[in-house]
């Protein structure tokens, strides 16, 4: 989603794109999401997930290009300057795998000007930056609820309920 000078995603956007490139690409996922032919959708989501390929190539095709948008959009935690992701790392700043970064931290990302509002990362915890606003503080694990009001960033946080049945 872009509004201006925010966009928003669900965990980050490899190094190389732009906000321009990551919106077109964005909309190559959704008309495969939105296909109403179903026997194209279940082939679609039979090969959405994995781990390869794990780096961007603008010669990408098929379900390599779909799942590599998928799986930056998605799942992107940290990644080598050059943008190859590492999907296993879910840890803190602090303990990231050498050679790889925060996605959002990589030098000269593409997106820099803009500011990104992500989540997925809850070791992150909730980061607020000149180009960032990472939501997550791991409601999913007994943490808060987080949401942002853009106009002045105040932050507001509600307890996360735990339902009868479920654990943090």
């Not at 700043?93 to 989540?119: H, K, M, Q």
């Not at 606003?133 to 942002?148: E, P, R, S, V």
Request: with cysteine.
């Amino acid at each position: 989603y872009v509004d201006g000078e925010y966009v928003m995603v669900h965990a980050g956007l490899l190094p190389s794109w732009s906000v321009a490139l990551a919106a077109q690409l964005a909309q190559e996922v959704e008309s495969a999401l939105r296909d109403k032919n179903q026997k194209n959708f279940r082939k679609f989501c039979s090969h959405m997930y994995g781990n390869q390929p794990d780096q961007w190539n603008s010669n990408l095709k098929g379900y390599d290009r779909m799942r590599v948008i998928i799986n930056a959009m998605t799942r992107m935690r940290v990644c080598t300057p050059d943008g190859k992701m590492d999907f296993s790392y879910k840890g803190r700043l602090r303990d990231i795998p050498v050679g790889y970064l925060p996605w959002f931290e990589v030098p000269n990302r593409a997106s820099r000007e803009v500011t990104i509002i992500c989540g997925h990362w809850s070791a992150l915890a909730l980061q607020v930056r000149h180009n960032l606003i990472a939501l997550d503080t791991g409601c999913m694990w007994g943490g808060n609820l987080t949401a942002i009001r853009l106009e002045d960033k105040k932050i507001f946080q509600v307890p996360c309920a735990v339902l009868e049945g479920t654990t943090h």
